[in-house]
Nanobody, 119 residues
Framework: QVQLVESGGGLVQAGGSLRLSCAASGGYHVGWFRQAPGKEREFVAAITWIGKNQLYADSVKGRFTISRDNAKNTVNLQMTSLRPEDTAVYYC????????????????WGQGTQVTVSS
């Protein structure tokens, strides 16, 4: 069983930055998803186990950066130029099969961390 624990969420003003971290066991590809109230959970970014390849949703390209430190079993999501529409609960997820943009490709999920961007 893979344990995933997110941290780093909080309240930030529009235009600000936050860094989310996901403590994840090694050997898995990891993705970040988010879910706003009343909306479907949507893909944000993903990174392969080695960290060589990353995938981003169009809505966050150029603003968010996903990275990982396998020595520390950590996957980070650096978020800049935050907008009110980025407000959501952010989840990290792990997959043994590969990186993808649909939630069904991921096998394990964390509990989520709240990100709130005020205007």
């Amino acid at each position: 069983q893979v344990q995933l624990v997110e941290s780093g969420g909080g309240l930030v003003q529009a235009g600000g930055s936050l860094r989310l971290s996901c403590a994840a066991s090694g050997g898995y590809h990891v993705g970040w998803f988010r879910q706003a109230p009343g909306k479907e959970r949507e893909f944000v970014a993903a990174i392969t186990w080695i960290g060589k390849n990353q995938l981003y949703a169009d809505s966050v390209k150029g603003r968010f950066t996903i990275s990982r430190d396998n020595a520390k079993n950590t996957v980070n999501l650096q978020m800049t130029s935050l907008r009110p529409e980025d407000t959501a609960v952010y989840y990290c997820a792990a997959s043994m099969r590969g990186v993808g943009s649909t939630r069904y490709e991921y096998d394990y999920w964390g509990q989520g961390t709240q990100v709130t961007v005020s205007s």
